[in-house]
Structures are given as C-alpha cells and as structure tokens.
C-alpha cells in the first residue's frame, strides 16, 4: 500500500519540532495523551447541540466526554459556565460579538499595533468590519497600558464590549480598573485570557474572574493542550442589551453565549479536539502543571533579563507572564529579517509590530518570543542564558553564515537531546 505523502510531511515537520528552539509565544508542545483523543475515532461523530440536548443520536458517550471537559474547566478556572464547542479563540470572540453586540455597536479594545489581537475590533476582522471599534493603548515611554486615556476613550465612546487582553503584552492587567469604567458606560467586560490562561488558573498572574462578566481562551498556548477555544463565566448574569425571551424576560448570558456559539457561529463541535480539551484540564490541573507554568515565568524573566544585558531593548523593560516582545531598532535590523536570520539557525519566533511602529505588519521592528514551548521541553534557566547567546550571536553577525551554522549546530545539540514528549 502506498502511504500518503502528507505522512512524510507530518514526520518532516515532527524532526523540525524536535531539533529546533521554539520560541514562538502562542506555541506549545502538547502530551502524548491529548494527541491520541485528538486522533481518535470521536472525530466521526457529530454532535449538534449541547449535553442532554443533541440533533442526532448516538450522542450518550460524546456528552458525558464534553461535560467531563466543562466540569474540569470550571475546576480549572474558577468558572460558574463554561462553552467548551469554540473551534478556537477567533470562534469564541465571534460568539461573544454575537451575545454581546448588534452590527454597528461599539467595542473597544487594545490597538492590535500595540499588542491587542486581530478579533479585538483590527479593521481586517469580522470585529472591525461588522461593528465600531475604538482602541485603547500602551504608552510610548514604557509600553505599559496608559489607563488614564482607556478611561477617557471608553467614557468618550460608550462601548458596549470592553475587551481586556493582547497578544503581544507582557504585563499584567489592571482588571479592577478596566470594571469600573465598564460599570460607569454601562459595557459588558471581557478577557480574552488566551495567551497568559495557564499562568492566571495556577494563580501567578491577576485573575480577572471576579471582575469581568466573559471570559475566553484559547487552550493550546500556556495551557498547553489541543488546539481550540473556549468561553466562561465567573457568575452567570442576564444579558443586559435586551435579548428577550417570546415571554419578554431577559435570558441568561449563558443560554445567549451557547447559542451564540451553536448555532450562532458554528455547527458541529469537534468532540475529538473536546475530548483532548478535556486530557488537557486534566493536566493542567495536576501539580506538576503548577512547576511547569512556574518554570515558564522564570524562563520567560531569565530570557528577557538575558537579552537586556545583551543590549536588547525589551517593550516595557522585561516580562511578567511568558513572552515579551523586542525593540530591534538599536540592533538595525527589522522583524522580518530577523525572523529569517534566527530560522536559519533553527530558531523560530516571529516579526511582531512593537507599539507606535514606524514599519509596516509586513515588515516590522520588532520580534516577539515566548518560553511555553521550551518549557516543555526541559529548558530551564541556564538554557535561556545559551538562547540570549544564540540570539545576539545571528544578530549581531547577521552577514557571517560561520556564526549562523555554528549557532544552528548547537542549537540541533541542545534540542535533540531533549525529547519532545516529556510527561
Ligand atoms: N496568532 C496568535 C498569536 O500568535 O498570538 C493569536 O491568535
């Protein structure tokens, strides 16, 4: 029998994992366990609907898997809710766009060019196009969120979403500040935790359960899991922007995000990746996750502390969650190039815009990196010393391909001897 040729590809790319830094910030390494129920014969089932309350039959052992998945995230989390169906977190913030808002209203999120996300209301996304958005900022001079000027542009434009969360800041938020403003201007507030999610549910960075009405992740970047997304609630409420029930009461944020979910943006659930969220709350939920996340903080602030003393000059001055993002002005090279540079000694990150860039999206100045997936590879903090190295030897030498095939040898050295299943 022949085999297919995308299966040499699959091992192809399974030797580019193993032998190469993984510095991408929105990239993991999963377990052996969450890769078989992604690949299981789940995948042939379809599941329209919800627990107890499906469209086709055959659905008793795929609704006790998906409410095995629910109950863990809501251990995981501290969630009174929780919609384990969004095929990613691009589907879970569409979901809460539909809950949440009519064409047209206004949502107010971090500038994607200052490290917001592309579904947070960028021009180019269903978020900008179909509703108002207005943006929030981090300040030039330190590139933290400027607070002052959120509160005035949320008490200026009334949104109907406040949206907390980015995918290019290494700081932590100020979730209290962000519920009063939303209480002032009568928003809905909502985090989209996904990439810090693994460092807020063992408690190292803020929790904003208690202050924001939604929360959605994504479950395979810090948490570490199968590809996906998901969307909870600390505490259920009624939605206030009068979605009624035939009788005229106001439905539960709960009923409105399911079926804003299914069938509001997506049919079938993928109960095989549903089935892998939940191996991974599992995991994440046991205490060796808890050494791991903090591993990842501690990579993340020994990289950054590393990359400064090399000249480097990180947004903000260093990291407190697993990623951070670098100036690369001073090293006069922009984020493409660099990108390029680093992949060909087997270091992958990527080109990243860096707040009030001068280049474009295509271009950039900036590089972003993130320790979640050397993490689980074993790296610890004397490894991020030898990746400062590596990086600043490409940089510097950018012409030299002795540096770059000498930086490339030691990097195949370190990684392979690190297997990519550690757990
Ligand atoms: N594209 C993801 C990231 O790299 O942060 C976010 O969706």
């Known amino acids: 029998m022949n085999q297919d040729i995308i299966f040499d590809l699959i091992e192809k790319e399974k030797q580019r994992q193993i032998k190469g830094i993984e510095l991408i910030a929105s990239e993991n390494f999963v377990s052996e366990d969450v890769m078989k129920a992604a690949g299981s014969v789940l995948t042939n089932k379809y599941a329209e609907g919800y627990p107890g309350r499906r469209y086709y039959g055959g659905c008793e052992i795929v609704d006790d898997i998906e409410q095995i998945a629910i109950d863990r995230a809501k251990e995981l989390f501290g969630a009174e809710f929780v919609n384990v169906q969004p095929h990613s977190g691009a589907q879970a913030n569409a979901a809460v766009f539909l809950a949440c ?65 980015a995918s290019a800041y290494s700081r932590d938020y100020d979730y209290k500040k962000f519920r009063e403003v939303a209480n002032e201007v009568g928003a809905v507030l909502m985090a989209d935790i996904s990439h810090p999610s693994g460092l807020i549910a063992k408690g190292i960075l803020n929790d904003p359960m208690p202050y924001c009405d939604i929360v959605t992740t994504t479950t395979h970047k810090t948490l570490r899991g199968t590809r996906g997304g998901m969307i909870m609630l600390g505490k259920d409420f009624e939605n206030p922007f009068g979605h009624k029930t035939p009788k005229g009461e106001l439905k539960l944020m709960s009923q409105i ?109 900036g590089i972003r990196l993130g320790t979640a997936a050397v993490t689980t590879r074993g790296l610890k903090e004397e490894d991020m010393i030898k990746i400062a190295d590596f990086i600043n030897d490409v940089i510097s030498d950018p012409e030299n391909e002795t540096t770059i095939n000498k930086v490339k040898a030691e990097v195949n050295l370190l990684m392979n001897s690190k297997p990519l299943f550690q757990w």
């Open 101 to 165: 808002l009519k064409p047209g209203e206004t949502v107010m999120g971090l500038d994607l060019a200052h490290g917001g996300h592309l579904t947070h209301g960028s021009p180019v996304n269903f978020s900008g196009l179909t509703y108002n958005p207005v943006f929030y900022k981090v300040n030039k001079e330190d590139g933290r969120i400027n607070y002052e000027e959120m509160v005035e542009t949320a008490l200026r434009e009334k949104p109907k979403l406040i949206i907390i969360g």
């Open 257 to 365: 995000l399911d079926s804003a979910v299914f069938p509001g943006t997506q049919g079938g659930p993928l109960e095989h990746i549903i089935a892998a969220k939940a191996i991974t709350f599992n995991e994440a939920l046991s205490d060796n996750y808890f050494n791991y996340i903090l591993q990842v903080l501690k990579n993340a602030q020994t990289l950054s502390k590393a990359l400064v003393e090399r000249g480097f000059d990180i947004i903000s001055g260093g990291t407190d969650n697993h990623l951070m993002l670098i100036d690369l002005h001073n090293k006069n090279i922009t984020g493409k190039a660099a990108e390029k540079l680093l992949e060909q000694a087997d270091i992958t990150c990527n080109k990243n815009m860096i707040p009030y860039d001068d280049r474009s999206p295509f271009i950039t100045s």
